[in-house]
C-alpha cells in the first residue's frame, strides 16, 4: 500500500477535506464553561476538541517550587485515552511532557506572573478528541482561559499550524495531512508585540517555503486572535443584558462604589 | 476590554489592570474600562483576592501553629493570626493544645489585615470591634472584584439588602459574605440576592430588581 497512492490535493488544488490550501478549519471558542477551575476555555478547531482549565493564581504547592519574585507557571498537557484512533495510554508520554512544557514557556512572556510573587498558576490543557494540531488549539484555549481567571496578562496568545503537503504550502493540517504531508510548523503568536512565542517544525521545507509557511500562519493567528476577543466579549459584555462593551463608561461608573 | 486592548494614547497614566507600552496605554485584564482624570484603568470582573492593609476578611482555620493560627482567606497567601492579636487575656502559658480551644481548624473568623507586602505572608488580627468567631449564619462566596458592587455606591445596595431581608451582611473584601439573620429563611434570600447581585451586576436598576426579588420571595414565605 504504497504511500504514493494518497492523494492530498484534488485536481483543483482542494485538500482532502475541501479546502483551499489557505483556509482554516471550522473553529469554535467557548469561554467559562467549568465552575470549580477560575478560568476555562474550550475550543473546536476542525475535529479537536480540547478543554483548558486555569486555577490560581494560589498558594505554591509544594512550597519549595515558589520563586521571590514572580508566580510559577505551570502546565500540564494531556490527551485523554479516547481521544485517537487507538487508545492512548493515560500516562503522560514523552510527546506530552514536550508540548507541556513548549506551551508553558509560550505563554510566559504574556502573563504578568510578577504580580504574584510567592504563587503558582496552574494550566490544565485536556484533548478531548485529536485531530492533528492539538498544541495549538490547546495554547489558544490555554491564553483565553488565563484571561478568564482574570489574571492580568500583556495579551492573548493566538496560535495555529502551516505546513507543506504535496510539496505546496498549506494552512492548518488536518489529520491525513500532517501524517502523510512533508512538513508541519506550529506558530504560536502574539499580534499586539509582533512577537512568536512557539515554532517549531518536523519535515523539510526549502527557506522560501518556510518563510511562507510562516507568513500564513502568522496570518492565521491574528484570526484566531480576533476569535478569542469575540469569545471573551460574548462571555463578558453581551450577555449582560445586550450591554454592548462599547458603553463601557456607565457600566463602569455604576461599577464604583 | 480584553487583555491586550489598546485603551488610549498619548500623555494618560496607566491606572490599575493597565500597562504602557510607549505612549499607548493597553488593558491587561478582562474588564470594564473608565477614565478618571488623566489616569486610564480597568475595573476587573473577576480575580483572586489580594490582600490590602486594613481589608476586612472572613476566613477559615487551617492549622494551629506554635504561636497562633493559620487562616485561610480565599488568597494566593495563607495568613497568620498570631496569638497576640487576639483580644484574650495573656500571662498564662498557653500552649498548642490551648489554642485549639480559642479557635479550632475549620473555624470561621472576621478578622482585619494588619501587614502584607507580597514578600511575607498576610497578618490577621481579631482585635477591635465587629471582629472575631464567627457562630451563626450562611456564608456566600463570590469573587472578590464584585465585592464594591455588593456594597453600592455609598454603601446604597447594602443599605437596601440588610433593611429588606432584616439581615446582617458582612462582606468580607476577600469575597467571602456572611449573612446573620434571625432565622435560615432570611438567610438563604439574603444570600440568593448576594449571588443575583454577582451574576448581574454589570446591569443598570439592579438595586430596585434585587429590591423586587427580595418582596417576592418574603412574599412567598408568608403563604406557606
Known sequence: MGDEEVRLLDKNGLRVDG???DELRPLKLEVGLLDKADGSAYIEHGKNKILAAVYGPREAQPRHIALADR????????MAPFSTDERKHPAPSRRELELSKVIREALEPSVMTEYFPRATIDIFIEVLQADAGTRCAGLTAASLALADAGIPMRELVAACAAGKVEGKVALDLSDIEDKKGDADLPVAFMPKSNAICLLQMDGSMTEDEFKQALDIAVDACRKIHEMQREALRQKYFIVKEGNEAEEEVPAAAEVQQ | MAPGELLAEGPYFAGENTYREGTKVFSARIGLADVIGNKIVVMAVKGVYIPRLDDIVIGRVTDIRMSGWQVDICAPYPAMLPMSETPMQRGRDMG??????IYGVG???IAQVIAFDRTRDPLLTTKGRGLGRVTSGRVARITPAKI???????GSMITMLKKETDVDIIPGQNGVILAVGRNPDQERIAVEALYMIER?????????????MITERNKGKSVV
Open chain 2, 148 to 154: 464594591p458592587r455588593i456594597i453600592g455606591k455609598k
Open chain 2, 107 to 109: 473555624d470561621l473568623m
Open chain 1, 19 to 21: 479546502r483551499r490550501l
Open chain 1, 71 to 78: 508566580a510559577v507557571l505551570r502546565c500540564r498537557y494531556h
Open chain 2, 96 to 101: 498548642r493544645r490551648d489554642l485549639g480551644k
Open chain 2, 200 to 212: 448581574e451586576a454589570h446591569t443598570s436598576g439592579l438595586t430596585d430588581r434585587v429590591k423586587a
